[in-house]
């Protein structure tokens, strides 16, 4: 299993960032997938998940209707649309197949002014 995520960066609040997992070593269309993130001096925080066929979604209370997860099966890709950031959001992202700890180095996002 090899997990790459991609598109962090520095960020105004209220900004938006778009974050990418391309997968490889794993039948990925037949995976549901999750991002998760670990903010400063915190653990792990569950953030969206999706099912294998990408038509059912979840989100964390904290960022339902701000985030928008989704996937392209075709091209072993899973996207994360993270909209009206806010400081709460600052954190390592890493993407994982639901129930795995994530093993991958992540993307670090700051919202910072």
């Keep these: 299993v090899q997990l790459v995520e991609s598109g962090g960066g520095l960020v105004q609040p209220g900004g938006s960032l778009r974050l990418s997992c391309a997968a490889s070593g794993f039948t990925f269309s037949s995976s549901?997938?999750?991002w998760v993130r670990q903010a400063p001096g915190k653990g792990l925080e569950w953030v969206s998940g999706i099912n294998?066929?990408?038509d059912r979604t979840s989100y964390a209370d904290s960022v339902k209707g701000r985030f928008t997860i989704s996937?392209?099966?075709a091209k072993n890709t899973l996207w994360l649309q993270m909209n009206s950031l806010?400081?709460?959001d600052t954190?390592?992202?890493y993407c994982a197949k639901m129930g795995s700890i994530p093993a991958s180095q992540g993307t670090q996002v700051t919202v910072s002014s």
């Design 71 to 73: 996937r392209d099966n």
């Design 91 to 93: 954190g390592v992202y």
């Design 32 to 34: 549901a997938m999750r």
């Design 86 to 88: 806010q400081a709460e």
């Design 52 to 54: 294998s066929g990408g």
